[in-house]
Antibody
């Protein structure tokens, strides 16, 4: 059974840092790209970042570029999101999502339950 | 950045009714569009990928159509468990973007 479990969410002051983790199980982790998607309270979904299976390809939303860093450890079946210089508008539930790709198609087929990040003084 | 505009923002319907949700892209995304369903307190769930392909385990009452800039998600007959928020997402370009969502609520 595929499982994605996020952790690391917390209350942090503006300007602070936080590292989120997503532990994966039930599939060959290194064969899959992974994403972080966030959702501010009462708002819609916002894609945050992508990392390929090898970690060689990485993309970020403009809103987090230069502040957030995505990484993965395939030996630990985990993907991470290092968040620095946090702002009030980074407050959100953060989901990791598996990117299932065939030769012609990709989609986010499994999602974690989310971890809540609150940025407030 | 490709902007996805969903309409309407909210639909008030009764079980058994047919639902049509719209997603319009600011530029062509070919068929690289997915639909997700989200219920309160839950993670999103993949319904449709590549505009018209149902994901594993998704009931046949859900269907998707469209290409280029105009897409539709149709629910042929609303079941009680279908009341939720629906999002479209494009994977044609970086950054990946979502529409703002359509809430389907009980009338």
């Amino acid at each position: 059974e595929v499982q994605l479990v996020e952790s690391g969410g917390d209350l942090v002051q503006p300007g602070g840092s936080l590292r989120l983790s997503c532990a994966a199980s039930g599939f060959p982790f290194s064969s899959y790209s992974m994403n972080w998607v966030r959702q501010a309270p009462g708002k819609g979904l916002e894609w945050v970042s992508y990392i390929s299976g090898t970690g060689g390809s990485i993309f970020y939303a403009d809103s987090v570029k230069g502040r957030f860093t995505i990484s993965r450890d395939n030996a630990k079946n985990s993907v991470y999101l290092q968040m620095n210089s946090l702002r009030d508008d980074d407050t959100a539930a953060y989901y990791c999502a598996r990117d299932y790709c065939t030769s012609t198609s990709c989609r986010y087929d499994y999602w974690g339950q989310g971890t809540l990040v609150t940025v407030s003084s | 950045e490709i902007v996805l505009t969903q309409s309407p923002a909210t639909l008030s319907l009764s079980p058994g009714e047919r639902v049509t949700l719209s997603c319009r892209a600011s530029q062509s995304v070919s068929s690289y569009l997915a639909w997700y369903q989200q219920k309160p307190g839950q993670a999103p769930r993949l319904l449709i990928y590549d505009a018209s392909n149902r994901a594993t385990g998704i009931p046949a009452r859900f269907s998707g159509s469209g290409s280029g800039t105009d897409f539709t998600l149709t629910i042929s007959s609303l079941e009680p468990e279908d009341f939720a928020v629906y999002y479209c997402q494009q994977r044609s370009n970086w950054p990946r973007t979502f529409g703002q969502g359509t809430k389907v609520e009980i009338k």
